[in-house]
């Protein structure tokens, strides 16, 4: 009797996975780190939605305690991490979302093998899908972080569901899954139209311990909530304000958009994207009618399951793809970086092909037929990997080294030749082009716009950090306070009165008035700063309030007025900060 020693081969199958997972990694950051720098123009490209929260974590704010979120608070919480690295900089910011781009194709490459999809053909689709993951955006925004959450959940689940080896392991899995839900909800709330898969693998897939298993994903998805609840403080005052952001802003705002119809949403993909979209779904068609039409080559308990889970398979990429177009339909302005999980949903409904045409074969066929269905399935892959090959490339030559993340609103042109000399420190690195927007007021930013602006900001910055006190700037970009050091102290991270702040009339009003006042208080807040441009429109309301402000300081691009000893402000004084900031503003103020 002869005993094959099986550890050499499982020796070299752990050696190639682990080549690919450093290959996947290495690529990704690679790709990420290089066409980030690429397209920012002036300001950061999130606007500070991410940056600011991140940074104020970072400096031991709580979230729903001292600044609350209606989104995007899973990308400020891994970023949060860089910047007490690197600080306030865009080299921390852009190493952060390179990181997360290398781990998104790693994600990728193990959910595709769990699934049983070839080495290669795996390997191919996380490749591709590092390359349209994160290097379109540029900076770290709440689409990418949710979608990570979502990859994060989904292997999870595939483990959980095949591949755990006894039932510990196996509530761990979905524990995780339950996790990676959690954080993608904290990322954008409309990730939940990808969530359908993972709940169709739990309550599809195997039988065994199903209750312990859906226990166990409710608990891993409850737990970021609790932790966040118990770090604002556990009172009324937090359950209302996560309550407030994270369920009824968000439904109120967007709630209208949830009219996602998949023909109407193929529209807004102009070209690449629709193959891989529609390629799926008719897999997902013919491999409903291949399980139906074609006789299993063996019949036995063993076999019959593995075609079930091949149908399972191809379902899951069907729903995953579902809804990444749906979501990218709901937030249409923008669609090309809402697409980060179409390559993953094709590889699975690609593998489950695979699997179904390999377990069938004609009854009682010459060796030529019974190979046949192994063919077919390859060369099912083989499209697959094609259409998703090219659909990468136009996403790459268009969104990667032309346009980045901008819409038909604003395009980007030639490069610009700013020297690094004329950069202050926290930007030193980024390149820029030319950019022509073209509503609402038609203009171009050119390289005299640009330098203009850079040493508007430098100045700024320098004057900002003379200052012994945290303030809040109004008519001041967001990322001139934090590269000044200077931490946000608003209890939002954007003034928008019913898309990121409370609308006046609102029951939540009255609370972030406290909480502007409490911050005030606490993070020792000296005074407003003000662009001399939007200074006319606020004068008045400072030299009215000579109990609020008591000194004013000057330079040629700011005028603060300091507020009077935090201990002498009069009852209801962050109504006046309110209307002066536009916190009690118009929508969009």
Same mark, same amino acid.
């Given at each position: 009797?002869? $005993?094959?020693?099986?550890?050499?081969?499982?020796?070299?199958?752990?050696?190639?996975?682990?080549?690919? *997972?450093?290959?996947? /990694?290495? /690529?990704?950051?690679?790709?990420?780190?290089?066409?980030?720098?690429?397209?920012?123009?002036?300001?950061?490209?999130?606007?500070?939605?991410?940056?600011?929260?991140?940074?104020?974590?970072?400096?031991?704010?709580?979230?729903?305690?001292?600044?609350?979120?209606?989104?995007?608070?899973?990308?400020?919480?891994?970023?949060?991490?860089?910047?007490?690295?690197?600080?306030?900089?865009?080299?921390?910011?852009?190493?952060?979302?390179? !990181?997360?781009?290398?781990?998104?194709?790693?994600?990728?490459? *193990?959910?595709?093998?769990?699934?049983?999809?070839?080495?290669?053909?795996?390997?191919?689709?996380? %490749?591709?899908?590092?390359?349209?993951?994160?290097?379109?955006?540029?900076?770290? /925004?709440? !689409?990418?972080?949710?979608?990570?959450?979502?990859?994060?959940?989904?292997?999870?689940?595939?483990?959980?569901?095949?591949?755990?080896?006894?039932?510990?392991?196996?509530?761990?899995?979905?524990?995780?899954?339950?996790?990676?839900?959690?954080?993608?909800? /904290?990322?954008?709330?409309?990730?939940?139209?990808?969530?359908?898969?993972?709940?169709?693998?739990?309550?599809?897939?195997?039988?065994? &311990?199903?209750?312990?298993?859906?226990?166990?994903? !409710?608990?891993?998805?409850?737990?970021?909530?609790?932790? *966040?609840?118990?770090?604002?403080?556990?009172?009324?005052?937090?359950?209302?304000? %996560?309550?407030?952001?994270?369920?009824?802003?968000?439904?109120?705002?967007?709630?209208?958009?949830? &009219?996602?119809?998949?023909?109407?949403?193929?529209?807004?993909?102009?070209?690449?994207?629709?193959?891989?979209? $529609?390629?799926?779904?008719?897999?997902?068609?013919?491999?409903?009618?291949?399980?139906?039409?074609?006789?299993?080559?063996?019949?036995?308990?063993?076999? =019959?399951?593995?075609?079930?889970?091949?149908?399972?398979?191809?379902?899951?990429?069907?729903?995953?793809?579902?809804?990444?177009?749906?979501?990218?339909?709901?937030?249409?302005?923008?669609?090309?970086?809402?697409?980060?999980?179409?390559?993953?949903?094709?590889?699975?409904?690609?593998?489950?092909?695979?699997?179904?045409?390999?377990?069938?074969?004609?009854?009682?066929?010459?060796?030529?037929? =019974?190979?046949?269905?192994?063919?077919?399935?390859?060369?099912? !892959?083989?499209?697959?990997?094609? $259409?998703?090959?090219?659909?990468?490339?136009?996403?790459?030559?268009?969104?990667?080294?032309?346009?980045?993340?901008? =819409?038909?609103?604003?395009?980007?042109?030639?490069?610009?030749?700013?020297?690094?000399?004329?950069?202050?420190?926290?930007?030193?690195?980024?390149?820029?082009?030319? %950019?022509?927007?073209?509503?609402?007021?038609?203009?171009?930013?050119?390289?005299?716009?640009?330098?203009?602006?850079?040493?508007? =900001?430098?100045?700024?910055?320098?004057?900002?950090?003379?200052?012994?006190?945290?303030?809040?700037?109004?008519?001041?970009?967001?990322?001139?306070?934090?590269?000044?050091?200077?931490?946000?102290?608003?209890?939002?991270?954007?003034?928008?009165?019913?898309?990121?702040?409370?609308?006046?009339?609102?029951?939540?009003?009255?609370?972030?008035?406290? &909480?502007?006042?409490?911050?005030?208080?606490?993070?020792?807040?000296?005074?407003?700063?003000?662009?001399?441009?939007?200074?006319?429109?606020?004068?008045?309301?400072?030299?009215?309030?000579?109990?609020?402000?008591?000194?004013?300081?000057?330079?040629?691009?700011?005028?603060?007025?300091?507020?009077?000893?935090?201990?002498?402000?009069?009852?209801?004084?962050?109504?006046?900060?309110?209307?002066?900031?536009?916190?009690?503003?118009?929508?969009?103020?």
């Amino acid at each position: 009797m002869t $005993v094959i020693n099986s550890a050499p081969n499982a020796n070299r199958r752990l050696l190639t996975t682990a080549l690919a *997972l450093a290959v996947l /990694f290495g /690529f990704g950051f690679w790709i990420c780190y290089h066409y980030a720098w690429q397209f920012t123009f002036v300001e950061p490209i999130d606007g500070g939605l991410i940056m600011g929260p991140a940074w104020r974590i970072a400096n031991g704010q709580v979230p729903f305690l001292d600044f609350s979120t209606i989104q995007g608070l899973s990308a400020a919480l891994s970023e949060a991490p860089f910047l007490a690295i690197f600080g306030p900089t865009i080299r921390g910011a852009v190493i952060h979302i390179s !990181v997360i781009n290398g781990f998104a194709g790693i994600l990728a490459y *193990l959910i595709l093998r769990h699934a049983h999809l070839a080495q290669l053909p795996a390997f191919i689709f996380a %490749m591709l899908t590092t390359v349209i993951f994160y290097p379109p955006q540029g900076m770290a /925004f709440a !689409v990418q972080h949710g979608a990570f959450g979502m990859l994060i959940a989904l292997l999870g689940a595939f483990y959980g569901e095949s591949d755990a080896p006894n039932r510990q392991k196996q509530r761990t899995a979905w524990f995780i899954a339950g996790l990676g839900l959690a954080f993608a909800f /904290f990322g954008k709330q409309t990730l939940g139209f990808m969530a359908p898969g993972i709940i169709l693998l739990l309550f599809a897939g195997s039988r065994i &311990d199903r209750l312990g298993k859906t226990a166990f994903l !409710v608990l891993g998805g409850l737990t970021p909530f609790l932790l *966040l609840f118990l770090a604002a403080g556990a009172d009324n005052a937090a359950f209302s304000r %996560m309550l407030n952001f994270m369920v009824l802003m968000p439904w109120q705002f967007g709630g209208g958009r949830l &009219d996602a119809d998949i023909n109407e949403a193929l529209l807004v993909y102009e070209l690449a994207p629709s193959p891989s979209i $529609v390629l799926a779904f008719g897999g997902a068609v013919i491999g409903i009618f291949i399980s139906r039409a074609l006789k299993p080559a063996d019949d036995s308990a063993a076999a =019959n399951n593995k075609r079930r889970r091949a149908r399972l398979h191809i379902i899951i990429g069907a729903a995953i793809m579902a809804g990444n177009v749906s979501l990218s339909h709901i937030h249409g302005w923008n669609p090309h970086i809402l697409l980060q999980l179409i390559f993953v949903a094709a590889g699975l409904v690609a593998a489950g092909l695979a699997q179904l045409l390999r377990s069938s074969t004609p009854a009682d066929g010459t060796p030529a037929e =019974n190979a046949m269905p192994r063919v077919i399935g390859r060369a099912f !892959v083989i499209l697959f990997v094609f $259409v998703a090959a090219f659909d990468t490339w136009w996403m790459h030559i268009n969104l990667n080294k032309h346009r980045g993340i901008r =819409n038909q609103q604003a395009v980007f042109g030639a490069r610009l030749k700013i020297p690094d000399t004329a950069l202050y420190p926290a930007i030193r690195g980024v390149k820029f082009r030319e %950019m022509k927007i073209r509503e609402p007021v038609p203009r171009t930013v050119n390289r005299a716009a640009v330098l203009a602006n850079i040493e508007l =900001n430098r100045r700024q910055i320098a004057f900002l950090r003379t200052l012994p006190y945290e303030v809040i700037v109004t008519g001041i970009s967001k990322h001139v306070q934090i590269f000044a050091g200077k931490v946000p102290t608003i209890p939002v991270v954007s003034i928008q009165p019913g898309a990121s702040s409370p609308f006046r009339d609102s029951k939540a009003y009255e609370m972030l008035i406290s &909480d502007l006042e409490r911050n005030i208080k606490i993070f020792n807040v000296g005074g407003i700063a003000v662009s001399n441009v939007q200074l006319p429109s606020v004068a008045t309301k400072f030299s009215s309030h000579p109990d609020i402000f008591c000194g004013v300081r000057k330079s040629a691009d700011v005028y603060l007025a300091e507020l009077c000893p935090r201990d002498k402000l009069p009852k209801g004084f962050g109504e006046t900060i309110a209307q002066i900031i536009g916190l009690d503003g118009p929508l969009y103020h």
